[in-house]
């Protein structure tokens, strides 16, 4: 029977949800040919605690490998460990996510494999012979399908693409030796950003300023709606980000970040192709911009002509409002 392998992704020791991302995804596949998932689990000593959770969303079998060495992302030892496990069995797929970490190590694990790959997918089946994905082309203007051949294929899924789902794998643990000290690519530091801050891969609402917030003070319009939701996330288009505005990490677009929350909402936006392409795979659109011609609109599920300065606070107490009116 094939399996499918997933790369749950960690940081610092602890698993990321795009890690459970892929093991759900992986799940599927494997259901589909009948064969189990495992998943790759690599950090610092004590990692192998996160595999209990990995079986929760399906792992049959968490492959774990622990070392100081793995603190760090170590792109050269992990794409390695991954792709001598898959030689060594019978893969139908390996599932990583498109994540930053993701859109490194897939292909280096691809090429290591000699294997056909499709990156920033956003849906996936088994059919017969072949693995069908989809894939947003240039820049988002398309929606490819792609038919890979071959087995087994390597695939990197679009973060918030797949809804992490509970289904109980087996579970069996297995260590794997791995020593990431000799490799030629050693990440000796990591600077974090704000720990505090939700992750725009992770969140599932992201509340997204453009140039139309006129000034980097008035992002406090944007954070204070991302507050009413208590589970939002603040972006950014590069406007903005190269005027200084917000940080670079914030930028959602072909340069910045992928997303596809469950609800995106654009303030100020105009709607570039080159924005489009970071998001508009997102559930469900919300576009509050000024020109009714604005692009943003024809990816918008729900729009609102209107100013950013009067229509976000409004919007802000009425969340504020049906929240408590809630609880
Ligand atoms: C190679 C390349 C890569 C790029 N990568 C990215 C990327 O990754 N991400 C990205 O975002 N961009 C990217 N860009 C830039 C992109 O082309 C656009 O320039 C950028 O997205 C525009 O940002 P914006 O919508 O904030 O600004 P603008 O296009 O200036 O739009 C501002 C909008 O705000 C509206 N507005 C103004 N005042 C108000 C108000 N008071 N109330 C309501 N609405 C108002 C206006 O009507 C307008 O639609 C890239 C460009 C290139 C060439």
Request: proline share 4%.
């Amino acid at each position: 029977m094939p399996n499918v392998l997933a790369f749950a992704e960690a940081r610092g020791g602890e698993l990321r949800k795009v890690a459970l991302e892929a093991v759900t995804a992986a799940r599927q596949v494997a259901d589909q040919v009948g064969g189990e998932v495992h998943a790759v689990l690599v950090g610092p000593a004590g990692v192998a605690a996160k595999a209990a959770t990995l079986a929760q969303y399906g792992a049959d079998v968490v492959l774990v490998a622990e070392h100081a060495g793995f603190a760090n992302y170590a792109p050269e030892t992990t794409a390695a460990l991954v792709a001598d496990r898959v030689k060594g069995g019978d893969y139908r797929a390996v599932i990583f996510s498109a994540s930053q970490q993701g859109k490194d190590l897939a292909p280096r694990t691809a090429a290591r494999l000699g294997c056909a790959i499709a990156t920033d997918v956003t849906s996936f089946s088994v059919g017969g012979d072949a693995v069908i994905v989809t894939h947003p082309g240039y820049t988002g203007k398309v929606v490819q399908t792609l038919k890979l051949v071959g087995t087994p294929v390597v695939l990197s899924l679009r973060p918030g693409s797949v809804s992490p789902a509970a289904k109980a794998g087996a579970g069996r643990t297995e260590q794997v030796a791995a020593d990431p000290s000799g490799a030629r690519v050693q990440v000796t530091e990591t600077i974090l950003g704000d720990s505090k801050k939700l992750d725009l891969g992770e969140a599932p609402i992201i509340i997204s300023g453009g140039r139309g917030l006129k000034a980097a003070e008035h992002f406090k319009l944007v954070e204070d709606l991302a507050a009413a939701f208590g589970n939002a996330a603040v972006g950014a288009t590069r406007a903005v980000t190269d005027e200084g505005w917000r940080p670079h990490s914030d930028q959602i677009g072909q340069t910045g970040r992928l997303v596809s929350p469950e609800l995106y909402v654009a303030v100020g936006i105009s709607g570039a192709i080159q924005h489009l392409a970071g998001m508009r795979t997102s559930k469900c659109i919300v576009a509050i911009n000024k020109d009714k011609e604005a692009p943003i609109f024809k990816v918008a599920d729900y729009g609102i002509v209107g100013d950013v300065f009067e229509v976000v606070p409004a919007l802000t107490a009425a969340v504020q409002q049906a929240r408590q009116s809630s609880h």
